[in-house]
Every structure is written in structure tokens, then in C-alpha cells.
Nanobody, 126 residues
Framework: QVQLVESGGGLVQPGGSLRLSCAAA????????MGWFRQAPGKEREFVAS????????YYADSVKGRFTVSRDSAKNTVYLQMSRLEPEDTAVYYC???????????????????WGQGTQVTVSS
């Protein structure tokens, strides 16, 4: 079993930055690929970024490429999402997820992940 807990969300002005964290407990975190998704009101959950077990491979949605960076610290059992140049369209609940079946794949659909955190709200507004 795995428990994932996101933190770091909040209210930020357009153009600002936030860093989200996802702390993992339980199963061997460092063995598996991780992903970040987001869900805005009335919309489906959408892929944001993914990272391999070792952290050497990443993949991003076109909408965040060049603005967001995903990373992980296996010693801390934590994955991060650094978000810069935030836009109102980035407003959503952000979720981290773990894929316990592989060490890496692009993982762009929610069905590819079997453990989820509770989410953290990010609001971009002036």
C-alpha cells in the first residue's frame, strides 16, 4: 500500500511561481514512475507531467512545457512540481500519482496510475 500526500498549493498572481510536493509513504517509492495531474471545475482530470523511477526521464503536457519542472528526491520519498509563469488557466486541484507497474512510461492517462493523493488547490488570480 502507498500513501501520497500533496502540499504547497495556494493562491498566486499570474506570472508567479509555486512548488508542489508529494510525499510518499509505504511501498518502495523509489521503484516506480510518478505523475502529476490536475482537474479544474467541470473538466476531466488532465495529465501535467511524469517522471521515471530514477528521475532521468520526464515528460510534460504541451500546455506546461517550459514552465513546469518535475523532479524527485528518493532519499526524501518526495516528488516535486516546480511551476513558473503561472497563468489563470493553471487553476485546478493538482494530484500526484504513482504507477506501481513500471519504472518509466510517459503515463499520460489516469488509468495508468494506481495510487493517488488527495490533491492540493492551486489558484492563479490577480
Amino acid at each position: 500500500q502507498v500513501q501520497l500526500v500533496e502540499s504547497g498549493g495556494g493562491l498566486v498572481q499570474p506570472g508567479g511561481s509555486l512548488r508542489l510536493s508529494c510525499a510518499a509513504a509505504g511501498r518502495t517509492f523509489r521503484s516506480y514512475a510518478m505523475g502529476w495531474f490536475r482537474q479544474a471545475p467541470g473538466k476531466e482530470r488532465e495529465f501535467v507531467a511524469s517522471i521515471s523511477r530514477s528521475g532521468d526521464r520526464t515528460y510534460y503536457a504541451d500546455s506546461v512545457k517550459g514552465r513546469f519542472t518535475v523532479s524527485r528526491d528518493s532519499a526524501k520519498n518526495t516528488v516535486y512540481l516546480q511551476m513558473s509563469r503561472l497563468e489563470p488557466e493553471d487553476t485546478a486541484v493538482y494530484y500526484c500519482a504513482l504507477d506501481s507497474r513500471v519504472s518509466w512510461r510517459t503515463g499520460t492517462t489516469p488509468a495508468e496510475y494506481d495510487y493517488w493523493g488527495q490533491g492540493t488547490q492551486v489558484t492563479v488570480s490577480s
